[in-house]
C-alpha cells in the first residue's frame, strides 16, 4: 500500500499529477503490486536507480522516477523537460535494467494506456518495446478491472499496438532528451 502524503514528499512536489495519484488510489484499493499489468507497479523511489545513471543534481531534480517497469529492475520517470506544461502532460522515459533510456509516452495517459497491453516492457541499449507471447503469457489477475477502470476515467480501452504510441512519444521527444540526456551520460 502506498501513502499518497509519502509519495509525494518522495518525489519533492505537493502535487503530483492527477492521474498519477489516480492511479495509486487504484492500485491501493483494487490490486496489490504488478496485478493488474505484467512487471507495472507504483513504487516509492529514492532515486538510487537514477543515480546510477549520473549524480549530477540537475539531471536527479529534472528525472521524477514512480514505478517499476518490469520484474528486472527497469523503471519508469517522468521527464520534467523545462517546459512551462503540467508534470501529466511531459514524456514519460523508461530506464532499462540492462541499459537503455527510452522516451515511451508523451504523458501520463499514454502511459496509462500502454499498461493496458499488460505485459513487461523490453529495454535494450537500441529500443524499450512490448512483446505478447500469445500462447504464454498469462493474464495479470486484476487486468479487468485495470480495464473497466481505465475506460471509465479516460475513455481508453486495451492497446492492440504499443509501439505505434511509443514511436509517435519518440517522434515527438526523442531528439530533445537524447541531447539532454547526453549532457549527464554517455555510454563511452
Known amino acids: 500500500m502506498i ?3 509519502e509519495f509525494k514528499q518522495n518525489l519533492g ?8 495519484e489516480k492511479l495509486v488510489d487504484f492500485q491501493n484499493a483494487v490490486s496489490s503490486f504488478e496485478n493488474y499489468s505484467q512487471g507495472f507497479g507504483v513504487l516509492i523511489d529514492n532515486k538510487s536507480g537514477l543515480k546510477s545513471w549520473s549524480d549530477d543534481d540537475r539531471f536527479l531534480n529534472s528525472m521524477l522516477p514512480f514505478a517499476q517497469a518490469n520484474g528486472s529492475g527497469s523503471f519508469y520517470a517522468i521527464w520534467n523537460n523545462g517546459t512551462d506544461q503540467p508534470l501529466n502532460k511531459m514524456p514519460v522515459v523508461v530506464f532499462g535494467d540492462e541499459g537503455g533510456v527510452h522516451i515511451v509516452a508523451e504523458n501520463m495517459v499514454q502511459l496509462l494506456h500502454l499498461l493496458t497491453f499488460d505485459t513487461e516492457i523490453s529495454v535494450d541499449s537500441d529500443e524499450a518495446y512490448f512483446y505478447k507471447d500469445e500462447d504464454g503469457d498469462e493474464e495479470s489477475e486484476d487486468l479487468n478491472e485495470y480495464l473497466t477502470w481505465i475506460k471509465e476515467n479516460y475513455g481508453l480501452i486495451q492497446i492492440e499496438n504499443p509501439d505505434l504510441l511509443i514511436k509517435k512519444a519518440q517522434a515527438q521527444y526523442k531528439e530533445s532528451f537524447d ?3 547526453g549532457q549527464y551520460f554517455t555510454d563511452n
Do not use: K, Y
Open 13 to 20: 512536489w505537493s502535487e503530483i499529477p492527477v492521474e498519477l
Open 179 to 181: 541531447q539532454w540526456f
Open 3 to 5: 501513502d499518497i502524503t
